[in-house]
């Protein structure tokens, strides 16, 4: 079936410093979604991506979506304490349903 | 705002119980989802429904049920418990068509004994 993987699993890193995360899909994907979820807390949608090579900001988050449309990747500039969470890639085969990424979980050290 | 409401947040049962756990949206979304999340595997994908009385299964629908009677909500049934039902569970609700954005409720940690 399809496989959403994503990496690193864990990241930690001293506050100021980027972060990034990847999502690499077996099958080609008509969109791609990212979500945040804060410890305790339940996801929540970030974004979404549709077109090959779309890149799109939201103030210090950067996100880009491959050329085949089957990779993913968001980065976050100048990391803070509030941006400590899971960061999950949704990938939507054509005509399928979500296919949820193992997630990355961030860690941010004052 | 939309909101989607889960019955319980914490819900502890005993083997071989029948669990209901309910899920509702007030957005008037035709899709509902119910998903588990389990550490390192991110969330899996139970049963889908795309309209009242529809429903799909997903990855993962050994073991459990659904029930959509009303387009606002959605209910998972686990008609016997296990031990390795033990996880969080996520109702999620979108718009329109496949692949819109999702909002989740709250989660229901389940505990089976």
């Known amino acids: 079936g399809q496989q959403v993987m994503q990496i690193p699993q864990y990241q930690h890193v001293q506050e100021g410093e980027d972060f990034t995360t990847y999502c690499n899909s077996s099958?080609?994907?008509?969109?791609i979604q990212w979500y945040k979820q804060r410890p305790g807390g339940h996801p929540v949608f970030l974004i979404q991506l549709v077109k090959s090579g779309e890149v799109k900001k939201q103030k210090r988050l950067t996100f880009q979506f491959g050329e085949a449309k089957k990779n993913s990747s968001l980065h976050i500039t100048a990391t803070q304490t509030t941006d400590v969470g899971t960061y999950f890639c949704a990938g939507v085969p054509y005509g399928q349903n979500f296919v949820f990424g193992p997630g990355t979980r961030l860690s941010v050290l004052p | 705002d939309v909101k989607v409401t889960q019955s319980s947040r914490y819900l502890v049962k005993r083997t071989g119980e029948k669990v209901f756990l309910e899920c509702v949206q007030d957005?008037?979304?035709?899709?509902m989802f119910w998903y588990r999340q389990d550490p390192g595997l991110g969330l899996r994908l139970i049963y889908f429904?795309?309209?009242?009385?529809?429903?799909e299964k997903g990855d993962i629908p050994e073991g459990y049920s659904v029930s959509r009677e009303k387009k606002e909500r959605f209910s998972l049934i686990l008609e016997s418990a296990s031990t390795n039902q033990t996880s969080m569970y996520l109702c999620?609700?979108?718009?329109?068509?496949?692949?819109?954005?999702?909002?989740f409720g709250p989660g229901t940690r389940l505990t089976v004994l």
């Open positions: 429904s795309y309209d009242v009385k529809m429903k």
């Open positions: 957005m008037d979304h035709e899709n």
């Open positions: 099958t080609t994907l008509s969109n």
């Open positions: 999620a609700s979108s718009l329109g068509r496949r692949g819109n954005e999702q909002f």
